[in-house]
């Protein structure tokens, strides 16, 4: 009876310390914090939160199951996303002013420190440029090849860009090793990087088939469009931005100047949700040239197809579909224009002469 006791408690004493590493604590200090809440989110796309974590005299503590080595966010003062590297076991520990929201110490693992320790260097130089931050950025990635730390700075400093070079994002994965290439977001960063490589200027845009305001399907084959360069506005209703205000601005000078111009068609393809609220947008805005949706928001198939990571943006074919130019704003959209309408009109010439 005694034995099968010292059986059983060495068993819980086993089971407890197993679960006790398999838990990951923070513990921290940010002055100025008071007792405002921090929230934990994933770092993977759905940013899914995690938990929240109660401050109390600018201190707090936390704790929580961890399986596998997880990359998160610390969300402070519900605007300063902070990276936080958590693996079971650890004990981290935070320390940071929350005047410098930016930079804060924090360790507990290898991969903690070495972003801390990327910060403060980023802290001592004088007024980086986004130049200098990339260089930055990329020799950390070339000299840390297995660190987690090197997936967040790929993604801050060269993916989430307005025109991401995918040639150097592609040699920056390759120097990655297996430990992050097998991970799901580089799996998923490869496909994008495809699929927008289908999308470079010279290529051939993707077949689109897509319901107008009376149901219609269009194509880039429909009688408007037949023989035509054609500039492609993707945009939203719900995209209520400067931006997006301003390009409705420019679109409807150049339908204005266009719309009976037989070398140059405009089509709006939107990402709206809601039909009624489509159409609304489209009278209350006089979006007066062809409009399309399948009102499957951006996990349609045609911003899948056409990389939209962003709206409002552009793209601009020729009369055989090959992508002319992309996201033209302003004198710049408006001198491409002119420019393949002239040399639409000056081929027409040449041909009429020959015959």
């Known amino acids: 009876m005694k034995k099968s006791s010292i059986l059983i408690l060495i068993a819980i004493c086993l089971f407890g310390c197993h679960k006790a590493s398999k838990e990951v604590s923070i513990t921290g200090e940010i002055k100025g914090l008071g007792t405002d809440t921090l929230y934990l989110y994933g770092m993977d796309e759905s940013r899914d939160r995690i938990d929240t ?13 961890i399986d596998t080595i997880t990359s998160a966010f610390l969300l402070i003062k519900n605007e300063t996303e902070y990276p936080i590297f958590l693996d079971k076991g650890n004990k981290i520990k935070i320390k940071g002013e929350i005047s410098n929201p930016e930079v804060l110490t924090i360790d507990g693992n290898i991969y903690n420190q070495e972003f801390t320790a990327f910060q403060k260097e980023l802290e001592d130089l004088d007024n980086p440029s986004e130049q200098v931050l990339e260089q930055k950025a990329e020799e950390f990635i070339q000299q840390h090849h297995s660190s987690f730390v090197s997936l967040y700075l790929l993604d801050k400093y060269f993916v989430q860009k307005e025109s991401p070079d995918f040639n150097k994002i592609k040699k920056l994965i390759e120097v990655m090793t297996g430990i992050l290439q097998d991970k799901l977001y580089i799996e998923r960063l490869n496909e994008s990087i495809s ?4 999308m470079e200027i010279g290529k051939y845009a993707p077949f689109f088939s897509l319901p107008n305001t009376k149901g219609i399907k269009i194509t880039r084959s429909s009688d408007d469009f037949k023989k035509k360069n054609l500039l492609i506005n993707f945009w939203a209703s719900w995209s209520d931005s400067t931006a997006n205000h301003r390009s409705n601005r420019e679109l409807k000078e150049l339908y204005k100047k266009y719309k009976k111009n037989k070398h140059i068609g405009m089509l709006g393809i939107s990402f709206d949700l809601d039909k009624e609220e489509w159409k609304d947008a489209i009278k209350r805005d006089t979006l007066d040239w062809e409009q ?57 010439k040449r041909d009429n002469k020959k015959k």
Do not use: H, M
């Not at 974590?53 to 199951?65: C, E, G, Q, R, V």
């Not at 962003?310 to 408006?334: F, V």
């Open 53 to 65: 974590i109660f401050a109390k005299d600018d201190k707090f503590s936390y704790s929580t199951p």
């Open 292 to 348: 399309v949706c399948d009102f499957s928001g951006l996990n349609s198939e045609i911003a899948k197809q056409y990389t939209i990571k962003q709206i409002p943006t552009n793209i601009l074919l020729s009369a055989d579909g090959k992508i002319l130019a992309k996201n033209l704003n302003g004198e710049e959209l408006k001198k491409k224009i002119e420019e393949v309408v002239s040399a639409a009109e000056e081929k027409e």
């Open 195 to 198: 699929q927008a490589e289908k």
